[in-house]
């Protein structure tokens, strides 16, 4: 009897253990479906992180960022619930936060990205602006870079597709890529824009002329959503004419100078005699080519080397390279009888990423302007202090630029 009893106790001692084992087992593979749940799920965010950069560009820390943000620190609370001591809590999320990317956004970038807006300009000094004040909304450029200007452009710029000027714009090519805004040079022929309009492009109309910029900063910060970009802009044009204002003043004699155009410098601007803010009046000079001078009704003019010799300036801006290069090296017999050649007084203006003095008039005369008027009276503005006034735009508005960069702008 005694026997039997020990028999039913063991049994039911041993049917006991096997209960509560069992129960052990199950609870324990909960658990580590839950660990290895909540593990899938942060790998499989951090996956989706990569494809979303934000950190490169401030304007790409938007609400997808704030959403990925929230989703991480779900994912690490769910895995440190699962943890034995608060040590191992800490050291988990430790771990995590030297894993996943800093996602911390400031006060500026907390607001959703705003939509970019695309836009073309169909003349280049509209579009120089556009590569100031709004590069990441463009759709096409007017014209192929020039090589040495890559480097000076924003950021895929150089890439876009040439869409041509003014007239001669592809209408076809340009609805294709579904722009917002075009904008026009005033004033704007109707049949050119009105085909623009009637398939919902919004028409916009800009100055050509570089002494109506400030009305061309304001309408692309009005209408493209970067005011406070515009407004810097505006400030820095102001200093610098400001500046460049207060300077002419001190001129004691203005120099003559000629500005030679295409590839063998027998092109220039011409100065009408009513024209009081023309180039050279505003760099503190006079232009040796009056327009009356030559019958033509262009500002551009077709010059001999007679004339030019005829002319004979003190001072020529040179707008090709290579003619810089042939004429500070080894100029031809008749360029050696002008007398900005024997006293070599020869500048080649900066053309990157666009024009800084001659045409087509663009933006960069902000900086063109001080630049020569240095040249030409070094007395009164120094190389130094016009360095860094174009270093300090390009640091603004375009990308840092070092004092190599500096001397290759300046075709040394």
């Known amino acids: 009897m005694k026997k039997s009893l020990l028999f039913v106790f063991l049994f039911i001692f041993a049917f006991a253990i096997l209960l509560n084992f069992s129960a052990c087992e199950s609870q324990k593979a909960k658990k580590n479906e839950i660990n290895s749940s909540a593990s899938l799920n942060l790998k499989q965010d951090e996956m989706r992180l990569k494809s979303v950069d934000c950190g490169a560009d401030k304007s790409a820390q938007n609400a997808e960022c704030n959403e990925h943000s929230s989703i991480n620190a779900n994912a690490n609370s769910n895995i440190n619930l699962n943890s034995n001591s608060n040590t191992n809590s800490n050291a988990n999320s430790s771990t995590n936060s030297q894993k996943m990317p800093n996602l911390e956004l400031n006060s500026s970038q907390n607001s959703a990205q705003k939509p ?107 209408n493209l959503g970067v005011k406070e970009r515009a407004d810097r802009l505006l400030r820095f044009h102001h200093k610098t004419q400001s500046l460049l204002a207060e300077l002419r003043k001190k001129v004691q004699k203005k120099p003559k100078i000629y500005f030679a155009l295409g590839i063998d410098g027998l092109q220039s601007e011409c100065v009408k005699a009513d024209e009081i803010n023309d180039l050279a009046t505003l760099i503190g000079a006079e232009n040796v080519v009056k327009c009356e001078q030559i019958t033509t009704s262009k500002n551009i003019l077709p010059l001999n080397y007679e004339q030019i010799i005829a002319l004979n300036p003190e001072a020529i801006f040179v707008r090709e390279i290579a003619l810089y290069k042939e004429l500070t090296s080894a100029p031809n017999e008749q360029w050696q009888r002008v007398q900005a050649i024997k006293d070599k007084k020869i500048y080649y203006a900066p053309s990157s990423p666009s024009n800084w003095l001659t045409r087509p008039p663009t933006v960069m005369r902000i900086v063109g302007y001080p630049w020569a008027f240095s040249k030409l009276h070094p007395e009164l503005l120094s190389g130094d202090e016009t360095r860094a006034i174009a270093k300090e735009f390009f640091a603004e508005f375009l990308r840092p630029i070092s004092d190599e960069d500096y001397e290759r702008l300046e075709g040394k």
């Open 116 to 222: 970019i807006i695309k836009v073309f300009a169909t003349v280049p000094p509209l579009t120089a602006l556009l590569e100031i004040l709004y590069p990441q909304g463009m759709i096409g450029l007017n014209y192929k870079p020039y090589p040495e200007d890559i480097e000076f452009l924003p950021e895929n710029v150089a890439n876009l597709p040439v869409l041509g000027v003014r007239d001669r714009i592809n209408y076809e090519a340009i609805v294709a890529l579904k722009p917002d805004i075009i904008i026009f040079d005033k004033p704007v022929d109707k049949a050119l824009s009105e085909p623009y309009e009637r398939v919902g492009i919004k028409v916009l109309e800009g100055d050509f002329d570089f002494a109506l910029l400030e009305n061309n900063i304001r309408l692309y910060g009005e």
